[in-house]
């Protein structure tokens, strides 16, 4: 959707306003990546249609209904079939991203810093890890008990 706003805003500066509807329409008419399905048919069932007062366009609409009971009907099916091709690329996301991570192991009295949780960040300027803290603890698969430089030990343990 930001690639189709981005392409469409640079030719439109003034107009920006009338191309937004125009964009979210074909992000919602457009088969995503990911489930090879349009989000509009998801939700509803069938194709998008664009409005027409064509008397054809109408008779052939009429002659459709069984078709678009037809598209309810396995509706459920298009959703669950959707559901798993999204999970399976989260997996596969999720096995990438592991693959590329390199396991660190700690030992007593090793330094170490620790993420900031977000009541500890003032603005966006706000360093990003507070510590050093010192391990006095290797408790098991990466879990540990750290205190300060200053010996307050820090309450539960930390990955």
């Known amino acids: 959707m930001l690639r189709g706003l ?8 003034e ?7 125009r964009i979210v329409w074909a992000y919602h008419t457009t088969p995503q990546s990911t489930t090879k399905e349009m989000p509009f048919s998801l939700v509803y069932g069938s194709d998008a249609m664009i409005p ?20 309810l009907d396995l509706l459920d099916e298009v959703r669950e079939e959707a559901r798993i091709k999204v999970e399976a690329l989260k997996r596969r996301v999720e ?27 003032e603005n966006k300027l706000s360093p990003k890890w507070t510590g050093p803290f ?6 098991g698969n990466e879990v540990y008990k750290l205190e300060t430089l200053e010996g307050g ?5 930390w990955n």
């Open 52 to 71: 027409s007062r064509s008397r054809k366009v109408h008779l052939v609409a009429e002659e459709s209904n069984e078709e678009m009971r037809v598209n």
């Open 15 to 21: 107009t920006w306003g009338d191309e937004v509807p």
């Open 6 to 13: 981005r392409r469409r805003l640079e030719k439109a500066k």
């Open 95 to 121: 096995y990438k991203h592991k693959s590329k991570l390199k396991p660190r192991q700690f030992q007593v009295a090793n330094l170490v810093m620790r993420k900031a949780h977000l009541y500890q960040l």
């Open 153 to 157: 030990i820090i309450p539960r343990t």
């Open 134 to 139: 010192r391990v006095i603890g290797v408790l």
